[in-house]
Each structure stands twice: as C-alpha cells, then as structure tokens.
C-alpha cells in the first residue's frame, strides 16, 4: 500500500503509470527458502524518483 501511495504521490503533478504486478516465481536457491510454491509483487511507477543524493 505504501508503495503506491508513494508512487502517486511521485506522480501527483505530472501524471504517470502504476503498475503493480503478482506472478508465480522460484526464489534464488541461494536465499535457502523452504520448498513451496512463492509469488513475486512487482510495483513499478513513471514518477521522478529519489535524487542519488539521497
């Protein structure tokens, strides 16, 4: 929720696209996770983003 709050406000002034996105994946084996079925939540947005500087 917070990330797309996050998102619209980047976006507040100019307009843009959210898109937020949930898929079944496989983790990386390095991450030593259970066996089990996982989903990825991809949340992307066209806003101005954080300055490097911070």
Do not use: Q, R, W
Not at 25 to 45: A, I, K
């Amino acid at each position: 929720m917070n990330l797309c709050t996050n998102a619209f406000h980047a976006m507040e002034d100019t307009g843009g696209m959210l898109t937020v996105k949930l898929e079944k994946c496989e983790p990386d084996s390095d991450l030593n996770l259970p066996d089990g079925e996982y989903c990825c939540v991809t949340v992307s947005d066209t806003g101005v983003g954080i300055p490097n500087e911070l």
